[in-house]
């Protein structure tokens, strides 16, 4: 068994497809012209999110059993050429979902507190107490738009903090609501975007949600709300978000996905109420090790023909 791995993986995933077969390990290879060779003769194929999976690139090779994805978002991955192939589809269902909702908190604390500036001004010199006064989240309102994984794993901790909590999103099965029982309040897109002082974002990327916010549904946030997107750069309007964030309709952002990656000469770097990560929300050693562990194993399962609960329907 060849498996050709084209992104950054821990060691411990690694190390365990080595045991069962070949492994071609370049964390580069994603971006490298050679791509569509190293995987000729490959059986499994393991990405993670930069690695763009398109009917073309599935062609060179033609005896891809299945497809691991090092995360949960898929949209890099063509899904219908990989269904037209029958190749299997696994992802780390979970196992990045924790780390996303701290990382969540960490910037909700960070537009609370400014530990960093604060500890800069000190660097310079200055004790300003009153520049650093901050506020508490306890008792603001968050607004979760999609409550899967992750947004159910945010508002637990939310209701610990003693926020508020409302949610958006449409297709929850009916007994998954139960949300109150993560004390979600479900409500419409509108209201949450303009009922919220945090909004965080939790949708995948795909038709439905490309633009989901956009310049309209930006007029109906707070001026004082703080918009975090940790889903995918697509789902906001960066044109939009721009000109809210300019004109003090919307107090600040914090992006760790953005439609272009890394954003180069984005007009969002210029802003000072806005916190930029690279992608970073769900990367912790303990997630990747959970994330190389999972894939590794739920696709040699599926090698073996067992059952896989990280198999993508498709
Ligand atoms: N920045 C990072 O490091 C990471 C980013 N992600 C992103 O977060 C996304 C969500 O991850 P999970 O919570 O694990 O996925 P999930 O599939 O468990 O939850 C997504 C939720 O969004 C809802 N949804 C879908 N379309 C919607 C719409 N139009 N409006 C409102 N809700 C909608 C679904 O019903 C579902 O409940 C991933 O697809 C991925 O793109 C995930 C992990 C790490
Ligand atoms: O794939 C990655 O490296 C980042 C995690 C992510 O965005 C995801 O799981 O969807």
Redesign the pocket.
């Known amino acids: 068994m060849k498996t050709v791995i084209t992104e950054l993986n821990w060691a411990k995933g690694n190390e365990i497809l080595t045991k069962v077969g070949e492994i071609i390990y370049d964390p580069d290879l994603w971006k490298k012209q050679d791509l569509p060779k190293v995987i000729q003769d490959a059986d499994v194929l393991i990405v993670r999110n930069q690695t763009k999976v398109t009917r073309l690139l599935l062609q060179s090779a033609p005896g891809l059993k299945v497809i691991g994805r090092l ?3 898929l ?1 890099n991955i063509d899904l219908q050429a990989v269904k037209d192939r029958n190749i299997a589809l696994v992802c780390a269902k979970n196992a ?2 924790i780390s ?1 909702a701290e990382y969540v908190f960490a910037v909700m604390f960070t537009f609370a507190r400014h530990p960093a500036e604060a500890t800069v001004s000190v660097k310079q010199g200055y004790w300003d107490r009153k520049r650093y006064t901050g506020a508490e989240i306890y008792g603001k309102t968050l607004g979760l ?7 159910t794993r945010i508002a637990i901790r939310a209701n610990a903090f003693g926020m508020n909590i409302i949610g ?5 099965p009916p007994y998954e609501l139960a949300t109150s029982d993560f004390g979600v309040k479900l409500a419409s897109l509108e209201e949450v975007i303009s009922c919220s002082d945090f909004i965080s974002l ?4 795909n038709k ?2 490309r633009y ?1 916010i956009n310049k309209q549904v930006l007029k109906l946030a707070k001026p004082t709300a703080i918009i975090i997107n ?3 750069g697509g789902v906001i309007d960066e044109k939009a978000l721009y000109e809210a964030l300019v004109s003090g309709k919307l107090a600040g952002a914090a992006l ?2 953005l439609e272009r990656e890394p954003p180069l000469d984005s007009s969002l770097l210029e802003l000072n109420n806005i916190i930029l990560t690279p ?5 912790t050693e303990e997630s990747q090790i959970k994330t190389s562990v999972m894939v590794a194993r739920e696709v040699i399962k599926v090698l073996n023909g067992e059952p896989s609960s990280c198999l993508v329907n498709m």
């Open positions: 995360g949960v978002g949209d990045n979902s996303v738009i999609g409550i899967g994984e992750i947004g958006y999103d449409p297709f929850l939790h949708v995948p990327l439905s949600t989901l940790s889903a995918r760790d996905v992608h970073i929300a769900g990367l």
